[in-house]
């Protein structure tokens, strides 16, 4: 049997690059031949054993790569066709639809098919932290990577670009909000980028590292506040002349962002919540108004599927996004057990780091 180099999760704070069987494909798979993947913080959490998934799985959700194989029952692809899958890959309960336009929350689909599975690279199943993956319902969660674009520049579509986009949406920027994003990591980067795609006139972006500052500004940040310089509430209520923010989006899971997020919040505001939070949160009932401020709080997972993947390679091939700055580090997946050591440590102003087999 053909084996396979792969990222395996052993045990909690023990993930080595090991082999495994490349994987068989089903009548509606696809075998991906992986170019390009990468390390996510939800990886991190993992390897911590924050987020249990079972050992002896291969990692990885963010996978650019080559058709190598197509089940049988798989149409509209061919072998050899660059593509990416999301992070998120729904499968669906009727064959009828392979539409690609179903998320993992199943709601306002033209089919009106309630999708099954949701995560399932690197957590239920296999991921790509390999040479190899298995995509499951390949016909709905495959997109064609167009010829122009290079896999650096589409890297963070499958996961970060979509999981940042939706903090802006599931909060509902409308044009001419003022958003305040804690956080100038990857997701919240990208949650700025979204914001402003949106229609936001005024974004926020708060950090206590200059670097990621800089990064910020150069994505189009309109005005940044350095946390370890000043206290980011006071700071962003002088900004706002004591209004507040219309919606604080919260990129990294920890209390303290949480609670900056809801204090900075206008009457009626949202926040909007992507950080991983790997302990109890609680909502002061002042930063809360006493349940008395309308405000709103909402929280999504990266949306999923062909047609979120489609949108979001639209979006970078018309220049409107351009995220190759934060792929700041290059690994071969030999030195996989490296670059874990290097992100999972924040080390060298890591950003994101692409690994290629």
């Known amino acids: 049997m053909s084996k396979m180099k792969a990222a395996i999760f052993v045990e909690k704070n023990r993930i080595i690059l090991g082999e495994k069987p490349i994987p068989d494909v089903g009548p509606r798979d696809a075998l991906l031949r992986v170019t390009t993947t990468t390390i996510c913080g939800t ?17 990885g959700h963010e996978p650019v790569g080559m058709i190598e194989k197509l089940g049988r029952d798989v149409k509209g692809f061919s072998e ?10 729904p499968g669906f309960f009727s ?27 690197g957590n239920t199943m296999d991921g790509c932290q390999a040479e190899y993956v298995l995509v499951p319902d390949a016909e709905a969660n495959l997109a064609i990577v167009p010829t122009a674009l290079k896999d650096d520049e589409v890297l963070m579509c499958p996961d970060i670009l979509s ?9 509902e920027v409308r044009v001419g909000d003022t958003v305040a994003v804690f956080a100038q990591g990857p997701i919240g980067l990208c949650a700025a980028v979204g914001a402003r795609l949106m229609g936001a006139s005024t974004v926020i972006g708060v950090d206590r590292l200059p670097a990621r500052l800089d990064v910020a500004r150069r994505l189009g940040t309109d005005l940044v506040v350095d946390a370890s310089k000043s206290d980011p509430i006071s700071e962003i209520m002088r900004l706002t002349d004591g209004r507040g923010v219309d919606v604080a989006i919260e990129a990294l899971g920890t209390q303290a962002t949480f609670e900056a997020a809801l204090r ?12 991983i939070y790997s302990s109890d949160l609680t909502i002061p009932y002042l930063a809360f108004a006493a349940g008395l401020g309308d405000h709103r709080i ?11 993947m489609r949108r979001l390679l639209a979006v970078v091939g018309s220049s409107r996004v351009d995220l190759r700055s934060l792929v700041t580090h290059h690994f071969s997946l030999n030195r996989i057990e490296d670059a874990y050591e290097l992100f999972s440590h924040q080390r060298d102003g890591v950003l994101k780091v692409a690994i290629t087999p």
């Not at 336009?101 to 999708?115: E, I, L, R, V, Y």
């Not at 999981?163 to 909060?171: I, S």
Request: glycine share 20%; proline share 7%.
């Open 163 to 171: 999981t940042g986009l939706a903090g802006a949406e599931r909060a």
């Open 95 to 121: 064959n009828a639809c392979q539409c690609g336009f179903c998320s993992q929350d199943g709601a306002g689909t033209p089919h009106g098919w309630k999708p099954m599975g949701g995560w399932r690279l």
């Open 264 to 275: 900075v919040l206008r009457p009626g505001g949202t926040l909007s919540s992507l950080g």
């Open 298 to 308: 909402v929280t999504s997972l990266c949306p999923g599927g062909k047609e979120r």
């Open 80 to 89: 050899g066709q660059r593509v990416i899958a999301g992070a998120i890959t």
């Open 43 to 59: 990886d991190i959490h993992i390897l911590k054993g924050e987020y249990p998934v079972q050992p002896g799985l291969t990692i």
